[in-house]
């Protein structure tokens, strides 16, 4: 079954670049999306790769993706304080139907002054 | 701009309690979703439907039903609250052969 894994917090001072890391299972993954809470909200895409990618970028927005070892990065560049979120990673996968989002945990980015 | 919206964003019950929480939306999508939210366990899918009157399990049904009747409303029923169904309840839909979910504010539940 599918399995997405991301570590659980990360600090960083603002102005500097964010690296938030996610790992999947899925080798049927077709696309792979960042979405953004922030507290008391629900969740806001901020961005997807398609599988046979390797590198997005929007705005201060990188994607990596290793389909090899199925490594999933997204890089914040000159971090604010109002990225302070939880990010989650999700795939979509061909199980399911092609309908379904498998989610990770959740990282908890906290932008510090 | 509304999009997906959630009928109560706090929710306060009793355990025993049948409880109903109403997800609609106006992009005319054809999958809905119901996801749970955890501290330090993500979203986790317990029902989703990709047509009127269709429904699948996701990854945590039990306790748990849904119905879709009408195409923009998917509701989740919790038949008789119980304190480990306390958790942020996440609506969420998409085009069918679409990408991402939008979804909606959430629906905080405490069962005491």
């Known amino acids: 079954g599918e399995d997405v894994e991301q570590s659980l917090f990360l600090s960083v001072r603002e102005g500097d670049s964010s690296v938030i890391n996610c790992t999947y299972t899925d080798s049927s993954s077709t696309y792979l999306y960042w979405y953004k809470q922030e507290p008391g909200a629900g969740l806001q895409l901020l961005t997807y790769i398609f599988s046979n990618m390797d590198m997005k970028q929007d705005q201060r927005l990188t994607v990596l993706l290793n389909k090899k070892d199925k490594h999933l990065s997204l890089r914040i560049a000159d971090t604010q304080t109002g990225d302070s979120a939880i990010y989650f990673c999700?795939?979509?996968?061909?199980?399911?139907?092609?309908?379904?989002?498998?989610f990770g945990t959740g990282t908890q980015l906290k932008v510090e002054l | 701009d509304v999009k997906v919206t959630q009928s109560s964003r706090y929710l306060v019950k009793r355990t025993g309690e049948k409880v109903f929480l109403e997800c609609v939306q106006d992009m005319d999508h054809e999958n809905m979703f119901w996801y749970r939210q955890d501290p330090g366990l993500g979203l986790r899918l317990i029902y989703f439907?990709?047509?009127?009157?269709?429904?699948e399990k996701g990854d945590i049904p039990e306790g748990y039903s849904v119905s879709r009747e009408k195409k923009e409303r998917f509701s989740l029923i919790l038949e008789s609250a119980s304190t480990n169904q306390t958790s942020m309840y996440l609506c969420?839909?998409?085009?069918?052969?679409?990408?991402?979910?939008?979804f909606g504010p959430g629906t905080r539940l405490l069962v005491l």
């Open positions: 969420a839909s998409s085009p069918r052969g679409g990408q991402a979910g939008d």
């Open positions: 999700a795939e979509r996968a061909l199980t399911g139907g092609g309908n379904k989002l498998t």
């Open positions: 439907s990709y047509d009127v009157k269709m429904k």
